[in-house]
């Protein structure tokens, strides 16, 4: 009966150590958020969706983004354009993997990583952290611009 009441104990003394994300509505003032999808436009080239934020203001001394989800993916790859900008940029699957008739060169193609969670069509994540606390502000409404196809190049060694 000890051990039971000590192994409780021990359980409910660890659960209040774990850290407690909040949800953030004031800290990061967003004007737009818009998301597209590109498409590399040779075979193996990638693809991806880029999502852009649109700050109202300047981010707050102490304050920077640690990653962004969309639907089942999430990237850490967040790029400042300007002071207001900023692009996170997500691989996806389509048009990434190596295919060929010959299963050894398709070595290096990974299976891809999902998150357990996924978001509803037209939600964006976004965590980030103020002076060591983590922080997510989640957006609704999330606005998908046209897909972005790029052309193929023209092959380098083509005698046409």
Do not use: H
């Not at 196809?149 to 083509?158: D, G, T």
Request: charged share 30%; hydrophobic share 35%.
């Amino acid at each position: 009966m000890k051990f039971i009441i000590n192994l409780l104990l021990v359980s409910l003394l660890s659960c209040s150590s774990v850290k407690e994300m909040k949800q953030d509505t004031s800290m990061i003032k967003i004007q737009e958020v818009y998301f597209q999808k590109w498409v590399a436009g040779i075979q193996g080239g990638g693809s991806g969706i880029d999502v852009y934020l649109n700050l109202e203001e300047s981010l707050e001394e102490g304050v920077s983004f640690n990653r962004i989800q969309i639907k089942d993916i999430e990237t850490t790859v967040i790029q400042k354009t300007d002071d207001l900008k900023y692009v996170a940029r997500f691989k996806t699957d389509l048009n990434q993997l190596n295919l060929d008739e010959n299963t050894e060169k398709e070595y290096g193609n990974q299976a891809p990583q999902k998150k357990e969670i996924k978001l509803k069509e037209g939600q964006v994540k976004i965590y980030f952290t103020k002076n060591g606390q983590e922080f997510y502000k989640l957006i609704e409404n999330v606005q998908e611009k046209p897909m972005m196809a790029y052309p193929s190049m023209k092959p380098q060694n083509n005698e046409e």
